[in-house]
């Protein structure tokens, strides 16, 4: 029904910057938010940034200043700009987009659901 493709991840140096990618493809009536999660080895996964499809956004107090969010409405799409990257940054990053599907799918019309990217690893050195 849908498939989701990330992009993004990478090494970079402290102070660094990195655009992460997340575009949803295939039966899709209407992206409705999406957002940005963490997860560190030994740690719980964490929200980074959430955007709504009227763009009002919210962001974890680690990364406030440093990270936007923005979204294409139309592409069904979310990104994370990254800048002035610390080490504490480390993790793998996971999107998660909330669509309404096109027609009938099993118990309802038009259903809304959430997708998650496969994970992008970002390691930033000292």
């Known amino acids: 029904q849908v498939q989701m493709a990330e992009s993004g991840g990478g090494l970079v140096q402290a102070g660094g910057s990195l655009r992460l990618s997340c575009a949803a493809s295939g039966s899709i009536f209407r992206f409705n938010s999406g957002g940005w999660y963490r997860q560190a080895p030994g740690r719980q996964r964490e929200l980074v940034a959430h955007?709504?499809?009227?763009?009002?956004?919210h962001y974890a107090d680690s990364v406030k200043g440093r990270f936007t969010i923005d979204r294409d409405n139309a592409a069904n799409a979310v990104y994370l700009q990254m800048d002035s990257l610390k080490p504490e940054d480390t993790a793998v990053y996971y999107c998660?987009?909330?669509?309404?599907?096109?027609?009938?799918?099993?118990?309802?019309?038009?259903?809304?659901?959430?997708?998650w990217g496969q994970g992008t690893q970002v390691t930033v050195s000292s």
């Open positions: 955007i709504t499809s009227g763009g009002s956004t």
């Open positions: 998660d987009v909330n669509v309404t599907l096109i027609g009938w799918h099993g118990t309802s019309w038009y259903p809304s659901n959430d997708y």
